[in-house]
């Protein structure tokens, strides 16, 4: 497959493939462009900021008082031109007479901005390429229009699967890249699920295109306040399908920060995955006292939460560790009015007594499992992360062995497939520690499809859950 910023060798224009017709549209976007530029501000600030395109953007809306069909123009294409950004720089690269490096950066966000116009929307080409040409004359001037003019007229010379068996490599030949091409994946993170699925077939193509798909919205009823079925009711939702707290939302039920029973501290927002991961660590039996657990790694809070309502119930407390002491106050925030204690310390070395009879450690991961929320993260990510996080992710459930009193449950979740981070982890530990799995599979009652065991592995195209791995250990 080119890389990005190089171009192969062209003898020639390639032959226009004729895309399919698209409906008939306006000439031109109006001047007054408010979507197309949200979403190339967006780009730019995920870009140049490190920026989350999914903080940055609903905050950008709210601020210009952009909704509707305006809204949702610019919800597309930002999230749209974040997670094929890969691939519409492949085809950038072919239509340009000059490596990707060589293009500057302001211009590259608008020239991806057009290419995902015209290669997945059903605006017309004409449309998408005039927008384009206009934002990047009132950016940059009218020295690069003709550049950006003539580049998006060769990307719409072919519809993107037309570019995909150009670009893509042979599905026989190497079926992992050709998987990652037509999804629009590093190589890297599809091999990675590859190895985790034990697959290279139709299951791994299904694991990659739900990374594309809108997630829903999950939530979490608070126990001991409400019940999932009346949380279900009160916001229009529908009880989970395996979390006993949880509720799923249709894709377009809005901003659920807005939802009554969330603002009155009924319920909070989490992935169904996470509520079973945090519950599983619940379930093991324990010889003796069961009142005191521990979070090592609580921020932002959503685990803590469920963890310390739990704790309340039974008369127990919870302890929950951040490092960040901005990350520590929303703990405190979120935890209001439970039996939480939150410091702020590494959890590597928090310097808490131990004796705890139940330890979480959700570690700091490369967060792969949740790149259908996180639009821009596949390419933010690279393989080099993942030595230095699995090394973190070791020192942390060794901390956890510690603190944790004999007879004790540790729960280790990361929220990533990548066998290095799971399997790896948990296997090194347990070696070092003497530590002995626990079948985590029998803590996900009525789960099905979570792998080979001793552990579970939730998937988004089996699921409809993040891709979180949980592994229990006794002491």
Known sequence: MTQP????????RPQRSHPPKRPDGPARPPADDPARRAA???????RAEDAYANLVLPKLLRERKISGRDAALATELTYGASRAMGLLDQIIAECADRPLSKIEPVLLDALRLGAYQLLRTRIPSHAAVASTVDLVRRDLGSRVTGFANAVLRRVAERDESAWLDQLAPDAEEDPVGHLA???SHPRWIARAFADALG??????ADALRADDERPTVHLVARPGEVSADELAAMTGGDPAPYSPYGVRLDAGAGDPGDLEPVRERLANVQDEGSQLCALALTRPEVEGPDERWLDLCAGPGGKATLLGALAALNGGTLDAVEQAPHRAKLVEQITWGLPVTVHV???????LPGGYDRVLVDAPCTGLGALRRRPEARWRRQPGDVG???????????SALGLVRPGGVVAYVV????LSETEGVVADVVRKTGATPIDAREFFPGVPGLGDGPYAQL?????GTDAMFCALLRR
């Not at 190339?40 to 995920?46: I, M, P």
């Open 5 to 12: 910023g190089k171009r192969s060798h062209r003898p020639s």
């Open 40 to 46: 190339l501000d967006v780009l730019r600030a995920v």
């Open 181 to 183: 091409a037509r999804t």
């Open 199 to 204: 697959t290279t077939g139709d299951e791994l």
């Open 345 to 351: 310390a590494d959890g590597r070395d928090p310097g």
């Open 388 to 398: 230095d996080l699995t090394k973190l992710q070791r020192e942390l459930l060794v």
């Open 415 to 418: 929220c990533s497939p990548h």
């Open 459 to 463: 998937w988004p195209h089996r699921h």
